[in-house]
């Protein structure tokens, strides 16, 4: 073998790899000793022929590297593309699982009412006992009422700075003087309201001592217990349905069993949200301040006074009767009658605290006591020795009905007030409207 060939054979492996083999060959390789030097040289060739076969593909080094940038790009731009496909299917799935919550939940109700939404349920047992029917949840409810959830969402949404307004305001005139601020909900609402009316407020149970809006009693049936009596106190809560707030109204709807989001969708749609006006850029604006309550002019209203003031009610008929009183209600006037001067202090001490307590303002102007030798009067209806009215409200009211029934109620008033009685709908503006609608009989007079 030529010194040339030796070098040839050397490269193919390693110096150490040849002289390996030659001792084999040539004999001088014991094989029982030990062989970590023999598989290192192994492991080393094997490593070099690796190393000269990238060697011998490695002709222009600029351009492997270019090849290997190009790989990686290529790599990168697979990774990001597969990236942003995970990641636009993801938002689609977001989309998909909004989409079908919006189906089958209200969800947000707007500025401060998130966190009443929940998934309790509604109790049975509370539901069963003032004979109310279950509803499973807020598209349960929509499909009951006759709605999809979107409008029942749209009609519930409370936004800080809103356009429009759920109820149109106007004033009607009071037979005692000043104004009464009306809020009339809108078509959309209002059939709501009746609906919430005639399926939940309508069966439950009132106290007999209400007797306003209430099927059967009137100002004749609040007024008959107090007939004779020798001492009659009315009291007037101030405010009346403003102090009605949400919260007491939610509460309200829980008390009958209902679940913390069918109780907060039912206070939504029968309390109002107040709005302050205001002019931005030359388009009117209405302001959510925060505040919602009960608004006089919702056909729910009255039902939903009397059922909050139930425990007012119990609370004051038992101080009548240890007090030997005698107690009635009509909406936001309290009677009190008895047969004797002797306790009349001790009834208003309690009347004070009680009307505090159950969260509500005793007017200051208007606490009337009235002895026997004047005229006693239980909303509007004259209780001296029998149920009568005022003569001569009597026959001024007799005259107006004239006119109504010659010309109607368009451009008619009472009191000399200029308020329309076509917008009074099933709204009573005085206790006479009441009578004129069916209770005459009862007052033993003739017209």
Not at 151 to 180: I, N, P, W
Not at 200 to 206: H, T, Y
Request: glycine content about 4%.
């Amino acid at each position: 073998m030529t010194r040339q060939e030796l070098y040839d054979e050397i490269k193919k492996t390693s110096k150490d790899s040849y002289i390996l083999s030659e001792m084999k060959r040539l004999g001088y390789w014991d094989s029982s000793k030990p062989k970590v030097a023999q598989e290192l040289i192994e492991k080393k060739v094997a490593l070099q022929k690796e190393l000269n076969g990238l060697s011998a593909k490695i002709r222009n080094p600029e351009t492997v590297l270019k090849e290997i940038h190009k790989q990686r790009m290529k790599e990168a731009l697979e990774r990001r593309e597969e990236t942003k496909a995970k990641r636009e299917a993801k938002v689609q799935e977001k989309l998909a699982q909004k989409e079908a919550k919006k189906k089958s939940e209200i969800g947000f109700l707007g500025h401060a009412f998130m966190a009443d939404l929940n998934k309790q349920e509604s109790n049975q047992e509370l539901l069963n006992a003032n004979n109310l029917f279950l509803i499973k949840d807020a598209k349960d409810l929509s499909s009951k009422m006759g709605i999809n959830l979107k409008e029942l969402r749209f009609l519930t949404y409370t936004q800080k700075l809103s356009t429009r307004r759920d109820y149109v305001h106007f004033q009607m005139a009071k037979k005692t003087g000043g104004f009464r601020e009306i809020s009339a909900p809108k078509p959309k609402l209002k059939r709501l309201q009746y609906w919430i009316l005639e399926n939940i407020l309508n069966k439950v149970a009132v106290s007999e001592k209400a007797h306003g809006f209430v099927a059967k009693r009137s100002i004749v049936s609040n007024a008959k217990p107090h007939i004779a009596k020798a001492v009659v106190i009315n009291c007037d809560l101030e405010n009346f349905f403003p102090t009605l707030t949400y919260a007491r109204v939610k509460g309200f709807f829980s008390s009958l069993g209902y679940s913390s989001e069918l109780a907060t969708i039912f206070a939504m749609l029968t309390t109002e949200a107040e709005q302050k006006e205001v002019n931005l850029d030359g388009e009117q604006l209405f302001l959510y301040t925060s505040k919602r309550y009960l608004p006089q002019g919702s056909p729910a209203s009255p039902m939903i006074s009397n059922l909050i003031c139930r425990k007012l009610d119990k609370r004051m008929s038992g101080i009548a009767k240890t007090l030997d009183f005698t107690y009635t209600r009509y909406a936001d006037d309290m009677t009190f009658s008895s047969d004797s001067y002797e306790k009349i202090n001790n009834i208003l001490y309690w009347v004070k605290g009680i009307v505090k307590e159950e969260g509500f303002i005793l007017h200051p102007k208007k606490t009337k006591i009235m002895k026997k030798g004047s005229r006693r009067e239980v909303t509007g209806v004259v209780v001296n020795e029998k149920l009568s009215i005022n003569r001569k409200e009597l026959k001024k009211f007799r005259a107006l009905l004239y006119q109504i029934e010659q010309s109607g109620l368009a451009g008619k008033s009472w009191h000399g007030k200029s308020e329309n009685l076509m917008r009074c709908e099933s709204i009573v503006v005085t206790p006479f409207t009441t009578l004129w609608l069916g209770h005459w009989d009862d007052l033993e007079i003739a017209l």
